[in-house]
């Protein structure tokens, strides 16, 4: 999927990118769509409700430390962040209500199809509801 630039735009779901803090198996791949976003071969964008879901998970994880650096770290990474409108909200929500997912994981699902894109993911849920390309990026 591209945008009006023609670069190919992904959806950064909290998975991917808490496998990257922690250096997960999927590390290395993100990694490398971060450069492909840095030289504007793609295009990066995150919802701030997954940021939400990533600043949570992180801290409970690891811990708060940890978190905090990231959201220190975020503006330096190739991620536009998005603020969800009405529009957003009422879509995931409509997403949540038809699909056995998570509430971040609909945000991200209506982002990408706001955006005609795919979701770069390692989450099942995603990938099994069938709604959005996946960038598949888990085991």
């Given at each position: 999927?591209?945008n009006g630039s023609g670069r190919p735009v ?67 990474l190739p991620i536009r962040m998005v603020l ?56």
């Amino acid at each position: 999927m591209t945008n009006g630039s023609g670069r190919p735009v992904r959806i950064v779901d909290s998975w991917a990118v808490i496998a990257w803090v922690q250096q997960e198996a999927a590390a290395p791949a993100i990694r490398q769509m971060l450069i492909d976003a840095a030289e504007a071969r793609l295009r990066l964008l995150m919802s701030w409700y997954n940021l939400g879901e990533t600043f949570y998970i992180l801290a409970k994880r690891k811990n708060r430390e940890v978190a905090e650096e990231f959201i220190t770290r975020l503006p330096s990474l190739p991620i536009r962040m998005v603020l969800p409108d009405e529009e957003t909200v009422m879509a995931a929500a409509r997403i949540k209500a038809s699909h056995a997912l998570a509430f971040g994981d609909a945000f991200a699902i209506a982002l990408a199809q706001t955006h005609q894109a795919s979701v770069i993911t390692g989450d099942n849920e995603i990938r099994k509801c069938g709604l959005v390309p996946v960038d598949w990026i888990g085991d």
